[in-house]
């Protein structure tokens, strides 16, 4: 059998050992096969899951997909999990009820993401713009530090301004003779990933801390939770498992907070931190929100939900943020 291996950055073809090199990877034909729906509900069933308590399951595996609700169904696994064996009291109801959570917590957390993200493009585009005295600064290399960052940059904005179909971006080239909109309308039709590195690349420190202010935050610590919020939009935009996910990427948190925070230490690559950080700029943005009044609701609804394993602590609603 030939396995193919990469070597120092080469691949090679090899039967047995790659000698005398540093690094070896291994790599496998993929052999698994496609299986139907009712294929898979035997061996699901064949495994100790039981789907007796799910009408039309065959439907649902249908209409979700099995490798989306795998990812439901692995917490019920036993240990070890790579023997694909569930526990004695998994049934697909379990796992369903697991899935409808999840997706009403990702619509819970864009709604406020939405907010947050309007508020951040004007934030960006009001105190810059008053502060430069210019309307067109986000087209202007002087007003950044980075010179290949910022033309990165406004080669994205260039196909974002090509691609639009937004009247007013329209309406602009038809009927004036800069060569880039205004930075509000700029703002408009950038992904908010790209803003963030805008606002990162902006060489006056005084605009930078001025905008992290206005949100009750230090520079570094606005930029990191920027990007914790598009990593977690982006989530939510293409349905991907949220509550009880690991971000690799780690969060900066407050050490002299401005306002309500955490007293305790909480895991920052878990769910529970992602809604500390929303619930911090809702709260800001639009004071009388109900924003926990929901996520209470929607835990009550799915009590069996493990909240340990999306990182919430014992006390959280104990703690300054969540008090008020």
């Known amino acids: 059998m030939i396995f193919t291996y990469l070597c120092n950055t080469r691949t090679r073809q090899a039967s047995s050992q790659c000698l005398n090199r ?4 291994l790599y496998m034909r993929y052999t698994k096969q496609y299986s139907s729906p009712s294929e898979l509900l ?32 692995y917490p019920f696994l036993k240990a070890p999990k790579s023997e694909h064996i569930y526990k004695s009291d998994s049934t ?7 899935y409808e959570f999840d997706r009403e917590l990702r619509l819970l957390l ?18 810059a713009c008053e502060e430069t005295e210019d309307v067109f600064w986000m087209s202007k290399p002087e007003y950044f530090a980075n010179s290949d960052k910022f ?43 790209t803003l963030t590195r805008v606002y990162e690349n902006i060489s006056s420190n005084q605009i930078r801390k001025k905008i992290a202010r206005y949100f009750g935050l230090s520079v570094p610590v606005f930029i990191s939770w920027m990007t914790i919020i598009t990593l977690t939009r982006n989530s939510c935009c293409h349905h991907a498992r949220l509550w009880n996910r690991s971000l690799s990427l780690r969060a900066l ?7 309500p925070w955490l007293e305790d230490d909480v895991q920052q690559g878990r769910v ?13 943005i639009r004071p009388d929100n109900d924003f926990k009044q929901n996520l209470l609701v929607l835990l009550e609804k799915y009590p069996m939900i493990d909240t340990q394993a ?15």
Not at 22 to 25: D, E, M, P, S
Request: net charge negative; aromatic share 12%; charged share 25%.
């Open 22 to 25: 540093r690094v070896v990877f």
């Open 42 to 73: 035997v061996i699901l069933e064949n495994r100790g899951l039981d789907c007796s308590d799910t009408e039309n399951a065959e439907h649902i595996l249908r209409s979700i997909g099995y490798y989306r609700l795998s990812g439901y169904l």
């Open 92 to 98: 697909l109801g379990k796992a369903l009820s697991l």
């Open 110 to 127: 864009f709604n406020q993401i939405e907010r947050i993200e309007i508020a951040v493009r004007s934030a960006i585009t009001n105190i």
């Open 151 to 193: 033309n990165k940059t406004i080669q994205l904005v260039d196909k974002e301004i090509q691609a639009s179909r937004e009247d007013f971006i329209l309406h602009f080239k038809e009927s004036y003779e800069e060569p880039y909109p205004p930075s509000w309308m700029i703002a408009e039709i950038i992904p908010l990933g």
């Open 253 to 259: 948190t407050m050490t002299r907070p401005l306002r």
């Open 272 to 284: 529970f931190f992602t809604l500390c950080i929303l619930k911090h700029f809702i709260d800001i």
């Open 310 to 324: 999306m990182g919430f602590v014992d006390n959280w609603l104990e703690q300054p943020l969540w008090e008020c």
